[in-house]
């Protein structure tokens, strides 16, 4: 049970870790970014 228990912990953690910031989201709204997860090998996220 301890394990499962780390790993949503972990997996919450990283949700958190990616998830965009109130710029980011004002930039996509706006298209004035590349947008929140563009799909091509060049991006940070790709």
Known sequence: MELIRRHVVR????????????VEL??????EGP???PRNA?????
């Open 11 to 22: 997996k919450q953690w990283l949700r958190h870790e990616v998830a965009p910031d109130e």
């Open 26 to 31: 004002t930039f996509a709204a706006t298209h």
């Open 35 to 37: 947008g929140l997860w």
């Open 42 to 46: 060049g991006s940070p996220t790709g």
